[in-house]
């Protein structure tokens, strides 16, 4: 049987760094090289008694913390040609054993070991499938995303090829391994690339600080929360070289002061499980404004229906939407609404669906969250509607400034009707396990 794309990248991996460090753990100080990480690998699934033909091509859920642990049963799965299917840590696992069923696994790792789960015939992906990404979108219900090796590979590349990053990079892993951004960023440029990972201890600044200074990681990708913490933090990150933030747009008031405390430019960072990356501000001038950069090498982006982004490249998936285009390549149109010019430099507008009618009046969300955000000491915004019985337009704002500072500000510009009426001032917006904002949370702020 021939190798898949990822494993066959891992094995080229492991002879040209074999002795190489491959992962660490601040937390305990462990170390493994490449070859460490591939025998213990290989020993993984012999120590569950189970059969590596079981595995082929069956979906197996497993949930573990960032760490060496991690990365050797996601290898371990690869070698088996198992389906991987990675939930996220902080899931219970009454929650795990739902998404098992969800996706008709065949085995469950609980913490310990391999459960076989009751065979389901018919649904075995054999080997076009190798991942299956959890998303909930925006509509809080979860989706199974399936991808080929080759479509996860070619996201690494794309990722690798256009932040610059080498395996002379040492990378800073924070956000999870299994989510698309850590596996974009993080786990698949270990293995195709042989960029090596630190696993962080906590997003706290002063224990970042303390993980940088005793592992000096060059490469950081995180999110709006953790920027926001070190941009008003006195740490110094003196091995830093490139700082990514992805997951929402980063708020320019943010980068601005991050740059002004360490004299380095954050880099926006765009993407989407259905599609891996998509644009990235190579030189971090469009995300001191808020803009998101151009398209990653390898990736063609156009809009339709005026603002509507549509995504073209050979990480987008394809499994069950299957439009290509002429060069074979996915094609996968978002709900985001963008704003892309001449140049190909990439603004993000809002989604799809964000257009609310309130008394009579149609209040565009987007819009308004836009207006909070550009006012002088706000570091972010919600904007949504409640549920209640007179429906109004609500805002949850992370700023030190009073709601009287707020409406005023608003008033210069913005028509009263696309003023909020419900106001909830926080130090900074509740996140999601994803590093998300947590609309769910927000929504019941203002009245869900």
Same mark, same amino acid.
């Given at each position: ?18 002795? #190489?460090?491959?992962?660490? +753990? ?6 493994? %090289? ?38 050797? *049963? ?23 054993? #739902? ?13 310990? /070991?391999? $459960? ?15 991942? *299956?990404?959890?998303?909930?979108? =925006? ?25 610059? $990053?080498?395996? #002379? ?17 993080? =786990? ?11 696993? &962080? ?11 940088? +200074? ?13 920027? /926001?913490?070190?941009? =008003?933090?006195?740490?110094? @990150?003196?091995?830093?070289? @490139?700082? $990514? ?19 380095? /430019? ?37 809009? *339709? ?59 565009? !969300?987007?819009?308004?969250?836009? #207006?909070? /955000? ?26 030190? !400034? &009073?709601?009287?500072?707020?409406? %005023? ?15 909830? *001032? ?23």
């Amino acid at each position: 049987m021939s190798d898949d794309v990822l494993l066959s990248a891992w094995k080229k991996t492991v002879r040209q760094y074999r002795s #190489r460090t491959a992962v660490g +753990e601040c937390a305990t100080g462990k170390r493994v %090289t490449f070859q460490e990480l591939d025998d213990r690998a290989s020993a993984w699934l012999p120590a569950q008694g189970i059969a590596t033909a079981d595995l082929l091509g069956q979906p197996v859920v497993y949930s573990t913390a960032n760490g060496i642990g991690w990365l050797e *049963i996601f290898l371990g799965l690869l070698k088996a040609r198992a389906v991987i299917v990675p939930v996220d840590a902080a899931e219970p696992k009454e929650a795990q054993r #739902r998404i098992a069923d969800a996706v008709r696994a065949r085995f469950w790792w609980d913490g310990t /070991r391999l $459960i076989p789960l009751p065979k389901k015939p018919g649904h075995s992906h054999k080997n076009a499938i190798c991942l *299956i990404k959890l998303t909930s979108g =925006t509509t809080g219900a979860p989706r199974a995303l399936s991808f080929t090796s080759a479509q996860l590979f070619a996201d690494a590349a794309q990722i690798t090829a256009t932040m610059g $990053i080498i395996p #002379r990079d040492l990378n800073y892993a924070l956000i999870p391994l299994g989510h698309s951004y850590g596996l974009g960023n993080l =786990t698949l440029p270990l293995l195709v690339k042989g960029v090596p990972l630190v696993c &962080g201890t906590s997003p706290l600044p002063h224990a970042i600080a303390a993980d940088f +200074e005793k592992w000096k990681p060059t490469v950081f990708p995180g999110v709006p929360a953790m920027w /926001r913490a070190l941009s =008003t933090s006195d740490v110094i @990150l003196k091995s830093l070289r @490139l700082g $990514i933030s992805a997951g929402a747009v980063l708020p320019p008031s943010v980068a601005q002061e991050f740059h002004a405390r360490h004299g380095i /430019r954050l880099h926006n960072f765009y993407g989407s499980s259905e599609t891996g990356g998509i644009a990235y501000d190579k030189n971090g001038h469009a995300t001191l404004s808020g803009g998101v950069g151009r398209a990653l090498r390898g990736v063609v982006l156009r809009t *339709i229906k005026s603002s509507q982004l549509e995504v073209s490249s050979a990480a987008v998936f394809t499994h069950r939407n299957r439009r290509r285009n002429r060069s074979q390549h996915g094609v996968w149109r978002t709900s985001d609404l963008v704003k892309l010019d001449s140049r190909g430099e990439l603004t993000l507008l809002g989604r799809q669906g964000q257009t609310v009618k309130i008394a009579g009046r149609r209040v565009n !969300l987007s819009e308004v969250l836009a #207006r909070l /955000r550009a006012i002088p000491s706000v570091t972010d915004a919600w904007v949504g509607i409640n549920n209640e019985s007179d429906p109004a337009l609500g805002a949850v704002v992370a700023t030190t !400034l &009073g709601v009287t500072h707020l409406r %005023t500000a608003l008033h210069v510009d913005t028509a009263p009707w696309k003023i909020p009426k419900k106001w909830m *001032i926080v130090p900074s917006l509740p996140l999601t396990a994803r590093g998300k904002p947590d609309t769910r949370a927000m929504q019941g702020m203002i009245g869900g």
